[in-house]
């Protein structure tokens, strides 16, 4: 039997002292589950009065410890969101608690930008990196998110791989990097060490993310995505109030048709498309200058007209820019002057222009 079906009978084992399944008590108990090598952290969600808190930490661990792989648990109980003052019987509160629930985290940021597409390895957490980089540069206050829980990979391109936060008050504190403050779930967990992630797992773990990190504040939060438009996008929505998301692109029509279905995906939960840009839009040859358009061109522009975007600039291939990903120095730490880092500057230029025309 797999690990997460292991966890999942575990669970289903427990009941309260009343005889009710801990599974199907509302609102959930179990916040969230951890698992890296034979380590197992489970939050639950009980108020500071509740009877639970006695026994039932225990009885966790108790049955967590069963797993075979499991050798050591950390049970973690926080207390219940605060509930609302308005009178239950009011009519604003009635109405107010049938709107689908966005617990605004990262409201201490002037903007919150989602770099998303629908296609992978088109080139988005290198457009993050950069273009917060880039934002940086100019002056703003910038923090960098990486939301790709399945598959992280801003550690390794902002040099930080391996590294774990500290903490203090209980609070982890977010990576500084090339005067950013940044923050991954590969920075908490072993690479290839098994980590448990389905659906609602992974929204917790993103909301551990956001509430549990003491992020700064400042003028942009840049969240890195993963491709699509699953649960992390829906989960990301829910959980903070987005100031709007950047489409990343290649020039390639099943590229782009992806873009599109990933912007239509974001105006359905009423998120701003702020723009597209195109990445490995031409290869500029270093020796004759020619431009090559591998994966054809222009494309992006035309994607902007039928979903009605800004169009935020094109970046060429670059092999510096590959190079700078891998060794976690991105190029526009290096202070190289080529097409990719203005085509990163001009980005960063249009995106400021597109938030401020709102
Ligand atoms: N303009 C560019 N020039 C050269 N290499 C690039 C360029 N853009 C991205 N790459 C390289 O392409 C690869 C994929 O890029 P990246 O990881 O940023 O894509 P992604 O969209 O985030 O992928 P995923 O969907 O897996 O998250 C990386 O090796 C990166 O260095
Ligand atoms: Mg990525």
């Known amino acids: 039997m797999d690990i997460e079906k292991q966890f999942e009978a575990a669970f289903s084992r427990i009941t309260l002292e009343n005889g009710q399944p801990l599974v199907s008590f509302e609102p959930e108990i179990v916040h969230a589950c951890i698992v890296n090598n034979d380590f197992a952290k489970i939050t639950l969600i009980l108020p500071e009065d509740s009877p639970l808190r006695g026994s039932l930490p225990a009885q966790i661990e108790a049955e967590i410890k069963q797993i075979e792989q499991i050798e050591r648990v950390a049970v973690e109980v926080l207390a219940a969101p605060p509930q609302e003052n308005n009178p239950a019987n009011s009519a604003a509160a009635k109405a107010a608690s049938q709107q689908p629930k966005r617990t605004a985290y990262l409201q201490n940021y002037e903007a919150v930008i989602a770099v998303a597409s629908g296609k992978g390895g088109v080139g988005k957490s290198t457009v993050s990196v950069n273009l917060a980089l880039a934002l940086t540069q100019k002056g703003y206050k910038v923090s960098l998110f990486d939301a790709d829980i399945y598959g992280p990979s801003l550690p390794i391109m902002t040099g930080k791989r391996g590294e774990k936060p500290s903490v203090a008050a209980n609070r982890l504190i977010p990576i500084e990097t090339y005067g950013m403050q940044t923050m991954s779930i ?4 072993d690479e290839n060490d098994a980590v448990i992630w ?27 995505l993963p491709p699509g438009t699953g649960d992390i996008q829906l989960s990301l929505s829910q959980l903070c109030e987005l100031t709007g998301a950047v489409i990343v692109s290649t020039p390639q029509d099943v590229a782009l048709i992806d873009a599109v279905k990933a912007a239509q995906m974001f105006s359905k939960v009423e998120i701003d498309i702020l723009g597209v840009v195109e990445n490995m839009s031409f290869f500029a ?40 990903g891998d060794e976690g120095k991105p190029l526009m730490a290096n202070n190289l002057d080529s097409a990719a880092t203005h085509a990163f500057r001009t980005i960063a230029k249009n995106l400021v222009k ?4 709102g």
């Open 186 to 189: 590969g920075n908490l967990v």
């Open 198 to 224: 389905r659906g609602p797992m992974v929204h917790q773990a993103l909301e551990q993310l956001l509430r549990d990190t003491n992020w700064p504040g400042g003028d942009f939060m840049i969240i890195d």
């Open 285 to 324: 040859c270093p020796k004759c200058g020619e431009e090559t358009a591998i994966f054809s061109r222009n494309g992006a522009e035309e994607a902007c007209k039928k979903i009605q975007a800004p169009f935020l600039g094109a970046i060429p291939i670059e092999v510096d820019v590959r190079i700078g």
């Open 354 to 357: 597109s938030l401020e025309e």
